[in-house]
Structure formats: structure tokens, C-alpha cells
């Protein structure tokens, strides 16, 4: 072992410092990578996976009060590679087209009775897949998900889990879902096409084709207690053999005349609003745009209502917030 590493080595015993120690277990196994001595690199690395595995489950596993330092971070940059929300903190209010409602409490359903239709050798659907324009509530339909299921969520980041380093991106995805199979979650993709361009449209061999292909076979073997969502504005982008790995696949599109006036309801549901608002025609000049924008809309008005000290939401507040806030390019 070169002097330098022998040096931390003993500073990192001296000091206690357990990260710097895992740092240095890293910097062995990359030095012997870089040397050519590939199969001493993966055996250690196999015994720092199984090491921290031993280490997780002797703390009695992960449960939703789990803390940060029990959660998946990437190996070498030491960065978490999920946000972890509990389920305490998931409550929100979604609107939502009918049809569209019930194709998610169809997902809770058949997860309330899993165990029944297990029963009858039915499996529950477990991988679903969000798409549908910007703004219009994939996110939130996964917390939804949660929500109603009495999961907490995991959220994966892909900036941190996508890594330069040969085979660690592939490495991170893989102790995401074994931490999703410790921890009973809603595992969330959210805009899954950052990985998972088309195989087809590009050309890259490299770290991201890799990843797709873990991803394709963690997906294949998914077999943890909770439920995987997914999301991608780009429906298309998608790899076709990942599209046919979801259970269920649903839009979640922008919302209709009825819901932009729930939407609006609910957003304005602690201020006063006058009587002479003219709804459907806010609402006719809303059509087509996203959720988030009637939400922002809203919230413009509202804000406009008490800064002039008026407090009531008058109709001309909504055309001011609908002027300033100019429908940004692509959103509707
Ligand atoms: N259906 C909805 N009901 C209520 N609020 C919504 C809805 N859709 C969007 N919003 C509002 O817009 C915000 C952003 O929504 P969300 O992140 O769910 O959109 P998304 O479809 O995931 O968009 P993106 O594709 O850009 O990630 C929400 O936090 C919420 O304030």
C-alpha cells in the first residue's frame, strides 16, 4: 500500500472517523481498478456492499423514521441518492379528470388488497408509469399514491445517481431498489426519460446505455413491498422494452373546464372572493394551459387582492395575474 493511504489509513483509525474511512476503503478500490487489478476491485467492492448490508439489517432494517444516513448515497461522491419524504409530510390536494382519479384509486385498491388477490395467484399492479404535459400532476399523483397507501416516498435524484465513473451509475440504481426492498415505499422515478432515452434514437454505448440496461433488469426483478412510480413528459422517449416492464401506463393530461375551476377553488379557498367574478370566462381564457399555471394564476390574484388592501379577489385581479403571468412557451 503506498505511504499516502497507509497515512490516512492510520489517521482514520486515531481519529475514529468512520466516513473517512469508508472514503479510503473507495480510494483503494479505484487505485486497483486503475491498476489493472480488476478482480481484486470487485471482490472488495463486494465486501463493502455486503459489509453495509450486515451493518443496515443489525440496526433492525429501515423503518419510515429511518434516518438520513441509512439511506443509498453514491459511493464515491458520498452524495444521498434519494430524497426520502415521509409519509407524515405527503398530505396535498390533486384534481383531477374522473376517469383519470380513478385510474390511480384503482393502483391504491388493488395495493390495499394485495394479500386477497395474492390469494387467487393474482399479483397487484406495482410499476406504474406517469406521462402527460408539464405541470399537470405526475409528481403529485406519486405522492398521491403514497399518501393513500400509508407509504412515505422515496424520490430517486438522478444528478447525483448518474456518474462519469465506469459502472457506478449502474451501481447506484441497484442499491436504490435494495433499499426499496428494505424499506416498504413508493419508489419514485420522476422523469425517468433522463436515463432512459431510446436505446433506438441514440447512439451512446456508454454509461447511460448501461444504466438503461440495470434499470431494464431491476425492473424486470422488482419484487419490493411497495410500488414503483415513474414519470416522463416525453412518452416517446421511452425505451420500448422499459415501456412494456410497467404494470400500468397513464396520462395524466391538463385539466379540463371543471377542473380548472376546482383548481381555482382550491387555491383561493382562504381568501374572499366577489361575487362578481365571472368564472367561465376566466376559465375560457385558462383552457389549455397546465395545472401549475391556473395554481400560479390564482395565487397572482390572491396575492394582488391583499396587497391592495382589499382582501376580496375581484375579477380584474385574475385578468391582471393572466396578463403578467404570460403563458410560458410549450407549457400549454
Ligand atoms: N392536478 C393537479 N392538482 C392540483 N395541483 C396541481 C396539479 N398538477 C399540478 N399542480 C400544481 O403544480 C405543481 C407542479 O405539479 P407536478 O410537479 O405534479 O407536475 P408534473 O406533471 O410532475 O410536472 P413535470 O413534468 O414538470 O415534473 C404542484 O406542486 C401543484 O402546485
Redesign the pocket.
Known amino acids: 500500500m503506498k505511504a499516502e493511504m497507509l497515512k490516512r489509513l492510520v489517521r482514520a483509525i486515531a481519529m475514529g472517523s468512520q466516513d473517512d474511512l469508508d472514503r479510503l476503503a473507495d480510494s483503494i478500490v479505484e487505485t486497483e481498478r486503475k491498476s489493472g487489478h480488476s478482480r481484486l476491485a470487485n471482490e472488495l467492492e463486494s465486501i463493502l456492499d455486503d459489509t453495509q448490508k450486515k451493518k443496515r439489517s443489525s440496526r433492525g432494517g429501515i423503518d419510515s423514521d429511518r434516518s438520513i444516513r441509512e439511506l443509498p448515497i453514491s459511493r464515491r461522491h458520498r452524495e444521498m441518492l434519494v430524497t426520502f419524504i415521509p409519509h407524515d409530510a405527503l398530505e396535498?390536494?390533486?384534481?383531477?379528470r374522473r376517469d383519470i382519479d380513478e385510474r390511480f384509486e384503482r393502483v391504491e385498491k388493488e395495493f390495499a388488497a394485495r394479500e386477497r388477490l395474492s390469494a387467487y395467484g393474482l399479483n397487484p399492479r406495482k410499476k406504474v408509469l406517469?406521462y402527460?404535459?408539464?405541470?399537470?400532476?405526475?409528481?403529485?399523483?406519486a405522492?398521491r399514491i403514497a399518501w393513500n397507501t400509508g407509504l412515505p416516498l422515496m424520490k430517486v435524484r438522478f444528478d447525483a445517481l448518474v456518474s462519469s465513473y465506469f459502472g457506478e451509475s449502474a451501481s447506484n440504481l441497484r442499491a436504490v431498489f435494495d433499499a426499496a426492498r428494505e424499506q416498504p415505499c413508493v419508489l419514485l422515478l420522476?422523469?425517468c426519460d433522463f436515463i432512459a432515452r431510446s436505446r433506438v434514437a441514440s447512439k451512446d454505448i456508454g454509461e447511460v446505455a448501461r444504466i438503461v440496461n440495470t434499470l431494464l433488469q431491476l425492473m424486470e426483478e422488482y419484487d419490493a413491498p411497495g410500488l414503483l412510480v415513474a414519470?416522463?413528459?416525453i412518452e416517446n422517449s421511452l425505451d420500448e422494452a422499459l415501456f412494456r416492464r410497467f404494470d400500468d401506463v397513464f396520462q395524466?393530461p391538463l385539466?379540463g373546464k371543471e377542473?380548472i375551476h376546482k383548481?381555482l377553488s382550491?387555491t383561493l379557498s382562504s381568501v374572499e372572493r366577489a361575487k362578481s367574478i365571472q368564472w367561465d370566462d376566466i376559465v375560457d381564457k385558462l383552457e389549455g394551459v397546465?395545472?401549475?399555471y391556473v395554481?400560479r394564476v390564482a395565487q397572482a390574484a390572491a396575492k394582488t387582492a391583499v396587497l391592495c388592501g382589499k382582501r376580496i379577489v375581484e375579477h380584474e385581479h385574475f385578468e391582471a395575474a393572466i396578463t403578467e403571468l404570460k403563458r410560458p412557451d410549450g407549457e400549454a
Request: proline share 10%.
Open positions: 396535498h390536494h390533486i384534481v383531477l406517469l402527460g404535459p408539464p405541470g399537470c400532476g405526475k409528481t403529485l399523483g405522492k420522476d422523469e414519470t416522463t413528459n395524466v385539466p377542473e383548481l382550491l397546465s395545472a401549475a395554481v
